[in-house]
């Protein structure tokens, strides 16, 4: 016992420079519960819907977890989607080529997450306070734009999203069951590897750390802070741009309700991956992982017939447990 004592602040300091690796074990030992208790857990229906439903929220986490490494929030990150996704169709159902339409759409959200940066950095308004407040302004201009109804397209260029977010045959095709695996999980592994170099290999990504960990040091450093995390929050809408034209691709419809809810579960996500609250920590790998973790548990429970709210209040408690672990481990530092 003494031994585990003195020995638990090295720990400690090592598994600091990993905060993804609760997160990674998590998930393991997750996977594996539900392997032996969910039944067909573990066929290529079950695990392709995992990485799948993940892939379209995991590329609003790794968003959201970039800002969330720069010191900042977006709560508004389902709201801009929903916008995002209404911009799309209608374009297209009022004719205007896929070229305009797609471009259009990932140009607004972009705007939208650009907005928000300039709210909180010139009005240093809190950004969970800002952005909780353009969440609900960006939904009211949701049902504004959609008058509350479905846009579903039928037009020429369905080709086009099938190419883009259409079965994963080559994968599919590996499996004597059938498979649901999407192209969707191509771009989400794309976007996560870009996002991995441009917070670890780049000044970039180095900026952003210094802009989330310690803002006047870095400022006094040369780094200009304001400008990092207004990019941040334009990445953040590029993102969010990217997941609504890859799900509409799937649909080819959207609603009012399109993305309600997503920011909690991206910021859950973020921070089951181990990124801090408090900024300046955190890998893209982190925020992959807590995606991947709650879409299991989603997929586990739903394969056992448990009732959502078991899956809300277990998720709520893995949240707990990830900040409390996380506080832990940042006092190795």
Same mark, same amino acid.
């Given at each position: #016992? ?33 392997? +032996? ?24 986490? +790794? ?36 070229? !305009? ?11 939208? @997450?650009?907005?928000? @940066? ?64 999407? #192209? ?8 996560? !590897? ?42 953040? @809408?590029?993102?969010?741009? =990217? ?18 809810? #997503? ?8 921070? =089951? ?26 997929? @586990?429970? !739903?394969?056992?017939?448990?009732? =959502? ?8 408690? =893995? +949240? ?14």
């Amino acid at each position: #016992m003494d031994v585990f004592t003195k020995r638990l602040p090295e720990v400690r300091h090592q598994l600091s420079y990993f905060p993804e690796a609760v997160a990674l074990t998590s998930f393991l030992l997750l996977f594996f519960f539900f392997s +032996i208790a969910a039944p067909n857990f573990l066929t290529p229906l079950s695990i392709g819907n995992i990485l799948t439903f993940g892939s379209i929220v995991g590329i609003v986490t +790794i968003g959201v977890g970039l800002l969330m490494i720069a010191g900042e929030f977006d709560l508004s990150v389902g709201s801009n989607f929903a916008i995002a996704s209404y911009v799309l169709a209608l374009s297209l159902i009022a004719g205007w080529p896929v070229w !305009v339409g797609v471009p259009l759409a990932v140009i607004t959200s972009s705007l939208l @997450g650009l907005l928000n @940066g300039v709210i909180v950095t010139k009005t240093q308004i809190p950004s969970f306070i800002a952005t909780l407040g353009t969440m609900l302004a960006y939904r009211g201009i949701v049902r504004a734009i959609g008058s509350g109804n479905f846009a579903t397209y039928k037009g020429e260029e369905i080709a086009f999203f099938q190419t883009l977010n259409g079965e994963f045959t080559l994968l599919n095709d590996l499996f004597k069951t059938q498979g649901s695996f999407r #192209m969707s999980l191509i771009w989400f592994l794309l976007i996560a !590897v870009v996002f991995t170099f441009l917070l670890m290999r780049t000044r970039f990504g180095n900026w952003v750390y210094a802009a989330g960990g310690n803002p006047e040091a870095a400022n006094a450093q040369g780094v200009n802070v304001t400008l990092v995390k207004m990019v941040c929050f334009t990445l953040t @809408g590029f993102l969010v741009g =990217i997941a609504s034209i890859l799900q509409f691709s799937y649909r080819l419809s959207v609603d009012p309700l399109r993305g309600d809810g #997503m920011e909690l579960i991206a910021v859950a996500a973020a921070v =089951i991956g181990g990124i801090r609250l408090t900024g300046g920590v955190g890998t893209i790998f982190g925020a992959v992982m807590g995606t991947l973790l709650l879409q299991t548990l989603d997929q @586990g429970l !739903v394969l056992m017939h448990i009732p =959502i709210q078991v899956f809300q209040a277990t998720a709520g408690a =893995i +949240i707990v447990i990830s900040v409390i672990i996380n506080t832990f481990l940042g006092k190795g530092d």
